[in-house]
Every structure is written in structure tokens, then in C-alpha cells.
């Protein structure tokens, strides 16, 4: 089994490039788990106080949960992965069921951040993108998927997002086996390199 990491700012393409690896290996030979599943609960916590959480700040996501169900899948055990709602802002009471697989993608904001994910992870892939595209990309994703505004989008990018991620992301990219710049990816290329480790 290997883990191939995916990580990068906001709108930088990290789901998109899950999806596409996630279409051509097939679900019977790669698992994907995003890590925005392993939101912490904060269920104690009112709506309007959820509503206002960052959460591109590492404090925010359960890496003792995420460290075990990946510990689990190496170990050949099936895991029940958490389902996250970015309307609630909370941990829904239904889970994914997941087997094994020959392949994990691993991606999410601060896959790099904790030095347990880190160790299991085999290969990773840094997304490098300027900051102007993927805001453009986190706009349309927002408005079209998490019901908020424009403006609202552009306030929690520029207030929240876009400090985290050169607070406690871009700081990391040099722990990533491979860094791209480029806006479109060439993803036969990305298969390619999978296939030398799987």
C-alpha cells in the first residue's frame, strides 16, 4: 500500500486532481480521503460561533483521528471516515464506510503539517499556485457549492485563508517530493510517476 499526498493553499486544485486520479485508478484500487473530513466536531459549539472558526488553522483538524484510520488502512482494516458539512460547520452523524487499497490519496490543507502524517505518507505533491487564481477558483467553488456570496468568500480568502496558508502551509512545501507552479496539470504525467510506486 502507498499514500500519495496532495497539498497546496485554497483553490490551488488539490480535490480536482484527487478526482481525476480518483477516475482513472478506479475505486477498487485507490481509496480517496480528504482531510477536511477530520474537521473536529465542535458540536458544543452554537452556529454563529462555528460560522466563525478558520478553518484553514491546523488547530482545527483531528490529526489523532486521521493518524489512526490512515494506521488502520496500512494495517488492512476497513475505517468509517467522517462526513463534513460546510453548510453546519459540523461533523454529520452518517460515515464512509472505506476497505483498503493498493493506493491512498491523502489531500487537504496541512497534510504536511503534522510529522505523524507526514511519516506515512510515501510521495507528495505540492500545488504552488499565485494567490489570484486561486482565489478566482475559490470564489466560483464557493458561490456554486458552499452557498456564500462573493464578497463573503473574498473576506474569509484575504482574512483567513491566504495568512494560514503562509503562516502554516507554503512554509512547508519543501517537505513535498514535488512542487508544481503550473496552472493546468498534466495529470498522464502524474499517473505516470503513481505507477513507479504502486
Given at each position: 500500500?502507498r ?5 497546496g493553499?485554497s483553490?490551488s486544485g488539490k480535490t480536482t ?7 482513472h485508478?478506479g ?6 480521503i ?10 458544543d ?6 460560522s466563525?472558526?478558520?478553518f484553514?488553522?491546523p488547530?482545527?483538524i483531528d490529526?489523532?483521528?486521521l493518524f489512526d484510520?490512515l494506521?488502520s488502512?496500512?494495517n ?5 471516515i467522517?462526513?463534513y ?12 464506510p472505506?476497505?483498503?487499497?493498493s493506493?491512498?490519496?491523502?489531500e487537504?490543507l496541512?497534510?504536511?503539517y503534522d510529522?505523524?502524517i ?5 510521495y507528495c ?7 489570484k487564481?486561486r482565489?478566482?477558483?475559490?470564489i466560483k467553488r464557493?458561490?456554486?457549492?458552499r452557498?456564500?456570496?462573493?464578497e ?9 485563508s ?5 503562516k502554516?502551509?507554503?512554509?512547508k512545501k519543501?517537505?513535498a517530493?514535488?512542487i508544481?507552479?503550473c ?8 499517473i ?5 510506486f504502486?
Amino acid at each position: 500500500m502507498r499514500i500519495i499526498g496532495i497539498c497546496g493553499g485554497s483553490g490551488s486544485g488539490k480535490t480536482t486532481l484527487a478526482n481525476n486520479l480518483k477516475q482513472h485508478f478506479g475505486c477498487k484500487k485507490m481509496a480517496y480521503i480528504g482531510c477536511d473530513s477530520y474537521y473536529k466536531k465542535n458540536n458544543d459549539l452554537s452556529f454563529k460561533k462555528r460560522s466563525k472558526l478558520n478553518f484553514d488553522h491546523p488547530d482545527l483538524i483531528d490529526f489523532e483521528l486521521l493518524f489512526d484510520d490512515l494506521n488502520s488502512l496500512k494495517n488492512l482494516e476497513k475505517i468509517y471516515i467522517p462526513k463534513y458539512s460546510y453548510k453546519t460547520h459540523k461533523r454529520l452523524k452518517t460515515k464512509r464506510p472505506q476497505n483498503p487499497r493498493s493506493l491512498i490519496v491523502l489531500e487537504g490543507l496541512h497534510i504536511l503539517y503534522d510529522n505523524r502524517i507526514l511519516n506515512l505518507i510515501d510521495y507528495c505533491i505540492f500545488l504552488d499556485l499565485d494567490y489570484k487564481i486561486r482565489l478566482k477558483r475559490r470564489i466560483k467553488r464557493d458561490i456554486m457549492s458552499r452557498n456564500r456570496t462573493k464578497e463573503d468568500t473574498i473576506r474569509r480568502f484575504l482574512q483567513m485563508s491566504e495568512p494560514m496558508y503562509k503562516k502554516y502551509i507554503k512554509s512547508k512545501k519543501t517537505k513535498a517530493d514535488l512542487i508544481l507552479k503550473c496552472k493546468k496539470i498534466n495529470i498522464k504525467k502524474i499517473i505516470t510517476l503513481i505507477n513507479t510506486f504502486s
